[in-house]
């Protein structure tokens, strides 16, 4: 009982999770809420018996693409602010 | 209005069709997981889904580190010389993130150690290690201790190339003695799947790093 309400959280958290990246404005929280739904992903799969993709999920899908997603939102917004005065 | 609706509702039937095609397949008429563990024993790991990757299936985690190695090499071309010049340390260096990353990236290297020798009898591999390793180095890189990487030098590019060519060398190797690509000799699967990996998960973290690392990184940065 305990497990499946567990498991219908994590779902409903991990669609949450992935409408808001995709609706939310800012880019930043956008960033953020990816690294979650990828954090999340994670505990899918390790809910799903499967540890060998949760450690690539964590790895690789939360953890490497969310620096380079907030690395490339840095580089934006120092784009921006160059463009703006002139 | 109208288009916003138009997109839920072929979303939906999407959905729909999706469902219904997976409902209507047979149930598993190929037992692949049986068939593994039948031949588990020649694989030279105890771990099944090393076996699959390393051994059953090591043509597609050859072309993995080769889609990954092509990746790296396009950010390299389309980046091109332009920042060439030595970039210094990130600016936002502040004592406590570094001390953090003293301590922690020492554990990170056991861990990806950990994770590689792991590899072979329970969840780990090469790709984790690669991906732990390349974390650390992102670390450092980000608490100033590690300056960005300019132009990728001699030493850097074999680093990077290392995993993909001793994997072709090993996968190789059979067809000159009369065996099929990919094919281990007998009683060498395990210390070559070993060399495999290790190869592997030192060029992933570095193509991985390389991402981030050659980024370029503009002066106004520096200034933040």
Known sequence: MTAL???????????????RALTVRDLFHAVILFIVFGLLMALAWARLDAPDIALAEAAIGAGLSGALLLDTVGHLRACGRKDRPS | MILVLAVVIACAVFALSLGRAMLSLDPAPLRLAGQVTE???????????????????????????????LALLGILAVSGNERSAPHGIAAAAQPLLQSLARIVVPLMVLVAIYLLWAGAHRPGGA????????????????????????????????????????????????????????????????????????????SLSLILAGQFLWLPNEDEEAEE
């Open chain 1, 5 to 19: 309400a567990f498991d219908l959280l994590l779902a409903l958290a991990l669609v949450w999770s992935a409408v």
């Open chain 2, 39 to 69: 031949r588990l024993e020649e694989s030279g790991v105890t771990h099944p889904v090393t076996a699959v990757l390393l051994n059953f299936r090591g043509y597609d985690t050859l072309l993995e580190i080769a889609v990954l190695l």
């Open chain 2, 127 to 202: 790709f984790q290690a690669g991906a732990v390793l390349a974390s650390a180095g992102i670390l450092l890189y980000l608490a100033g201790l590690l300056p960005a990487w300019s132009a990728p030098g001699f030493r850097l590019r074999l680093g990077i190339s290392a995993g993909f060519l001793v994997f072709v060398v090993i996968a190789m190797m059979p067809l000159l003695f009369g065996g099929a690509l990919l094919q281990y000799p007998a009683g060498w699967a395990s210390a070559l799947i070993v060399a495999i990996e290790a190869g592997l998960s030192f």
